[in-house]
């Protein structure tokens, strides 16, 4: 008998925690009305307090072999959604361009004049986001006093963001060799949105906006979620998190070199592109085994 009460002691002891805590959580899914407060899993970081992993950053000295690669990273493929979608903001989440743009809007990130065949990010080659508006005919909000009318404020309401109309990205890359460490790896240097526009005359047009180097998007990109999964609402990373683990799909069109051509201006068709493409992927493959090759 007393074996039966200690049992049950213990047994108290470990259930009355958990309904403890299952109350509190519970307090942290609905509000006083009952209704959902929040969509996602409560979590022990906060998104905003988020940081993105640091770079191990090696020494020039130490870098005995680098390639610069250009990849094109396409939204309308299926693993590349969670970048284009959502289409409007909504549960914590919003598409990368619409990220980019309020962030240059608030001055957070530099943006670069896009230029082929030709990257400078220096401040004399930096956009300036009121000229950048105007070029591109994006539609201000303009808020007037109703008594005075004058202009209180002009903004940029998100229906008028282009992010439905930003199909794809350039990505600019490093695979390199630090010989210190040992390591073979690749880092995102920089990204430029391609804006599809169409035009009643020309049809449709391909702009390339301009370039925001990666190093800047960072500490945001790590506080963004993305839903990578239909099937799982849980199943969140950050957009930082898709990048640095490699979780998009990408095609090469150029890589550095002597002549500074892209694959379009060499090979004819499109079978011969997609053998350069292969090319230079296999060569970048083939010099990390041959590191460890005895």
């Not at 805590?21 to 998104?47: C, R």
């Not at 945001?220 to 993305?226: F, P």
Request: charged share 30%.
């Amino acid at each position: 008998m007393k074996a039966i009460f200690r049992i049950l002691t213990f047994g108290l002891l470990f259930i009355l925690p958990a309904l403890v805590n299952a109350q509190e959580t519970d307090n942290s899914f609905f509000d006083e009305s009952g209704d959902v407060a929040m969509s996602n899993l409560p979590t022990s970081i906060d998104l905003a307090e988020r940081k993105p992993i640091e770079y191990n950053n090696p020494r020039a000295e130490d870098v005995i072999w680098q390639k610069v690669v250009y990849r094109i990273i396409d939204l309308r493929e299926k693993m590349n959604y969670p970048l284009y979608f959502p289409e409007e903001a909504s549960d914590n989440r919003q598409s990368l361009f619409t990220t980019i743009f309020r962030l240059f809007e608030e001055g957070k990130i530099r943006a670069y004049v896009y230029q082929d065949n030709k990257e400078i990010f220096t401040e004399e080659h930096r956009i300036n986001f009121d000229d950048f508006v105007k070029s591109c005919d994006i539609l201000l909000t303009v808020k007037t006093d109703s008594i005075t009318g004058d202009t209180l404020s002009a903004e940029i309401d998100e229906s008028n963001i282009p992010n439905r109309e930003i199909l794809q990205y350039y990505a600019k890359e490093v695979w390199y060799f630090d010989k210190h460490n040992s390591v073979f790896s690749v880092r995102l240097i920089a990204l430029c949105p391609i804006w599809y526009r169409e035009d009643y005359e020309l049809g449709l047009q391909k702009r390339p906006l301009f370039w925001a180097t990666y190093d800047d998007l960072r500490p945001y990109l790590a506080q963004q979620e993305a839903l990578i999964s239909d099937k799982n609402n849980g199943a969140r990373e950050t957009v930082d998190d898709l990048f640095i683990k490699r979780r998009f799909g990408s095609y090469i069109f150029k890589e550095s070199g002597i002549m500074n051509r892209n694959i379009l201006q060499y090979n004819k068709t499109a079978e011969e592109m997609h053998k350069e493409q292969e090319r230079i992927k296999t060569s970048i493959i083939n010099y990390e085994q041959d590191l460890w090759e005895y």
